[in-house]
């Protein structure tokens, strides 16, 4: 072997029911370099990281660590051969002091049997300050201590471990500038050690100042990896872009009608800065943006999920201000949230309950529900929407993704909404089924509704939208009209990305 | 694939529709057998209708709780309450009319269980299982407190028109053939409640709610069902059920008395859970309470013949509180993997 990789991989393919989310992936990582690992949303980074630390078991191919060969059944073992993670969640547990965290999941005792807090106290330390963090108190609890340090605990417990490798996913997405600096001096004393880094970040900047080499993934795949040096922020974009449109996005020109929806100066502390856009009937208008941006914390304080601190919201030109979800539904707002199961379905619950659901109410004669009113309009759903379940009463939990997702769309057809927000409509659903959901949004838009649609898929937001507006870190970055020569991929990923629209 | 699924849990369901039954036959083979001439006689099976009552009355708003993944803890002492309400009125204040003494204990036992949701939904407490527990002890100071801890009784007070629901029985002839014979009125009154609460839960707009609220409440709440509101009400109608029960007890006992609702709030809980409500949520119907209620009735009956004592009687019960829960959590663990089974 010419050169010695810290850990390889070779043509590894992860299969999931109906998709294939890597495919004959290969990534080679040196002793003591800093990897840096892009793409887009659902690239398959994450897939990556799961393999690597025994998360998932891929279907074929080979995972060599210090060039033997290494099979993960499960995360101890993949933690064993000398791999550990950084996620962006951390596994910390904030109640307990940062040495029981250090050392969880290992039991090191003296000749009593009991734990040896002496020795742990000394390990911990000792790995604190390889960190340059000397300063943080083993006692502590880590509750106490701030993002940025909390995370030096993750990495003194990944270097306790022997780690050869350490997988950082988004670091820096929660901390602030100056904990930043601190996190990336650390990074490089771990580099000194010998310690190889996968640095998988969204920010462009970071990864120039920081990795040795870059490896691009896009749809599951490995596109290129390459020394830093030769890249530039176009070459990567374009890299983790560069695909082609195919015909699968049956768009049919509309004429924009009134304004729908205004929104002024929207602001959730934390999340949304300043946002400020409005949509009209008879058009999609898009959202796009890195996942994080802000696009659904917006759609969610328009629709009062969670109440905005400041801003003003006016729909058809009437000012609103809505105390919860039912008031917005009531002026007639739709809001397909992106959590299918957790936000959008009652799983325990049958088709047509589930299709009934935001608006129950309107079936009801006298005291008691109407049930065969609400076996008509639902059969009607099943055959317009094509949901293929075998009967109205079918628990929803039993059907498939993209038909789920056509139970939350009829949901909100039968509230009679005006506008409709589709947050990741298409998300978790195979391509017929995704033409389909299309083709609704069509059927809405040419009867003058107007609908926002947040998608992290930019072939999905040029092939539909009349209107895309970026955002990043809860700012709109740009509004890009589908006229407008600025209306492609790169343009998008540009602005998604940070950067200036020539 | 999916089909065979679907086929296998439907089969698994309708098992686990009929156990209930199948149980409590084979419970009733087994005591008709062993007490020969004490189990299945008319006075014995009118006696167990009678003791059923008052859990069928309290397990139904339990079953509400449960169904959404909540749980009231506090039924067994809000029922006493609503009894020690009609003891002190009618002792203190010398109150004997029914049309006030009953709408009384029944409001005052509505107005705890909407403490209990406002606790749960305003102050935003973990679990009802804090809001309700803790209630349960200031509903039972609250009721030692205002009976001064003794035991009022309500022989020859002039208040029988209040004790008659839950004293009163009749029989049913028909040509001459004695049909029934001391039927309690309790119990009917359990079986309008469990029609009310049928069509309550399957038939209006509320009822369903309370079904989508448990089964995800925020996929509810972002289909403008106000969860919170829902939430208040179904502690709301389970104070309301602790009330009738309470008064339909006056009746029953005789008496008002702070000590005796020791099993009242784990009886309801194992009624629901033995009847195919989950702690989970989501899930659950009266009829299977109805069932649960009376396979519980069924086996106190049959200790009691046997002449097994408290003792045995709690060992027995808790044992099969226990055993409820692992099939119900079993239950689940197989639906889940039925589903996995599905996406596949």
């Known amino acids: 072997m ?148 909390q995370q030096m605990v993750e990495i003194a417990k990944a270097i306790t471990q022997n780690a050869k490798l350490i ?76 695909r082609t449109l195919e015909n699968q996005y049956p768009k049919i020109p509309t004429s924009r009608g009134e304004m729908a929806l205004k929104v002024e100066n929207l602001t959730q502390i934390g999340a949304i800065r300043d946002v400020s856009f409005e949509a009209y009937a008879g058009e999609i208008l898009a959202f796009a943006g890195l996942v994080g941006a802000g696009r659904t914390e917006t759609m969610r304080a328009i629709f009062a ?60 004669k006298g005291p008691l529900l109407n049930h065969q009113e609400i076996n008509k309009v639902s059969e009607d759903n099943v055959k317009t929407l094509r949901i293929k379940t075998p009967t109205i009463e079918e ?38 089924a995704k033409i389909e959901v299309y083709n609704v949004m069509n059927r809405l838009v040419s009867e003058g509704k107007c609908i926002i649609m947040v998608s992290s898929e930019l072939p999905e937001v040029l092939g539909m939208a009349d209107r895309v507006i970026v955002m990043r870190e809860g700012r709109i970055m740009a509004e890009i009209p589908r006229e407008s020569p600025h209306f492609n991929q790169n343009d998008i990923m540009k602005a998604a990305w940070g950067g200036e629209i020539a | 694939m999916t089909t065979a699924v679907k086929k296998r849990s439907n089969v698994g369901d309708f098992i686990m529709k009929i156990a209930p039954l199948t149980v409590l036959a084979i419970l009733y083979i087994l005591f ?49 309450l609503a009894t020690c309400t009609i003891g002190v009125l009618m002792q203190n204040f010398g109150i004997t009319s029914a049309l006030i003494l009953i709408p009384v204990a029944i409001l005052v036992s509505t107005l705890a269980g909407f403490i209990n949701g406002t606790l749960l939904t305003r102050l935003d407490l973990p679990h009802p299982f804090v809001s309700t527990l803790g209630m349960k002890n200031v509903l039972w100071g609250v009721a030692l407190l205002i009976t001064s801890s003794k035991t009022i009784g309500f022989t020859n007070k002039g208040i029988d028109n209040t004790l008659w629901i839950g004293r009163a029985t009749f029989d049913v002839n028909i040509f001459g053939l004695k049909l029934l014979t001391g039927f309690p009125v309790s119990f009917i009154l359990v079986l309008v409640v469990y029609g009310f609460f049928h069509v309550f839960l399957n038939h209006t707009a509320l009822g369903r709610q309370i079904y989508c609220v448990g089964g995800n409440p925020e996929a509810a709440r972002l289909s403008g069902i106000r ?23 006056a009746g029953r006992l005789n008496t008002a008395n702070t000590a005796s609702a020791a099993t009242y709030d784990t009886d309801a809980i194992a009624a629901c859970i033995i009847g195919g409500a989950s ?59 039925a589903r996995k089974l599905a996406t596949v």
């Open chain 1, 2 to 149: 010419a050169e010695q990789f810290v850990v390889e991989l070779k043509h590894v393919t992860k299969k999931f029911p109906g998709v294939v989310a890597m495919r004959d992936m290969h990534i080679q990582i040196k002793p003591g370099e800093i990897h840096g690992l892009i793409g887009e949303n659902g690239a398959g980074k994450s897939t990556l990281i799961k393999v690597l630390t025994g998360v998932y078991v891929p279907e074929e191919g080979e995972i060599y660590v210090e060039g033997r060969q290494q099979v993960f059944k499960n995360p101890v073992q993949a933690r064993e051969a000398g791999i550990a993670c950084v996620y962006q969640e951390l596994n910390i547990v904030k109640m307990l002091s940062v040495v029981d965290n250090v050392f969880m999941g290992r039991r090191i005792t003296n000749k009593f049997g009991l734990l040896d807090y002496a020795y742990m106290h000394e390990e911990a330390r000792k790995a604190l300050s390889a960190l340059g963090h000397g300063t943080i108190d083993t006692r502590m609890e880590c509750g106490k201590l701030g993002i940025g340090q």
């Open chain 1, 167 to 242: 997988i950082m996913d988004e670091p820096t997405s929660s901390l602030g500038e100056q904990e930043v600096k601190q996190l990336m001096d650390t990074v490089r004393l771990l580099k000194d050690r010998g310690i190889a880094i996968l640095f998988v970040s969204h920010k462009l900047e970071e990864l120039f100042e920081l990795c040795d080499r870059v490896t691009v993934m896009r749809d599951g795949e490995h596109i290129l990896t390459s020394d830093i040096s030769q890249m530039t922020g176009d070459s990567l974009i374009e890299a983790m872009v560069g």
């Open chain 1, 395 to 432: 628990v929803v939990v039993l059907l498939s993704g993209g038909n789920q997702q056509k139970v939350v769309i009829g949901k909100w057809i039968n509230s009679d909404a005006d506008i409709y927000i589709f947050d990741e409509p298409t998300r978790g659903i195979d391509v017929g």
């Open chain 2, 32 to 80: 008709s057998i062993m007490h020969q001439g004490k189990f299945m006689t008319m006075a014995n099976q009118m006696n167990i209708l009678k003791q059923t009552a008052v859990n069928c009355l309290i397990g139904a708003g339990m079953l509400l709780a449960l169904i959404t993944a909540g749980i009231d803890l506090s039924v067994g002492y809000n029922a006493i």
């Open chain 2, 227 to 249: 969860s919170k509101d829902v939430l208040t009400v179904v502690y709301m109608i389970s104070g309301f059920m602790c009330g009738v029960a309470g008064v339909v007890l």
């Open chain 2, 279 to 337: 702690f989970r949520g989501g899930k659950g119907t009266i009829w299977g309470t109805l069932l649960g209620a009376l396979l519980i009735s069924t086996i106190r009956n049959g200790l009691n013949l046997f002449s097994a004592g408290n003792d045995i009687q709690y060992i027995v019960i808790g044992s099969v509180i226990i055993l409820a829960v692992t099939i119900d959590v079993t239950r689940n663990k197989l639906e889940a993997r």
């Open chain 1, 305 to 364: 999920a969670e109440k905005p601190d400041s801003g003003k919201v006016y729909v058809k030109g009437k000012e609103v201000s809505f105390k919860n979800p039912g008031e917005a539904i009531r002026s007639g707002l739709a809001f397909l949230t992106e959590d299918r199961k957790g936000q959008g379905l009652v799983l325990s619950e049958s088709v047509k309950t589930n299709l009934i659901l935001s608006n129950i109410k309107n079936y009801r």
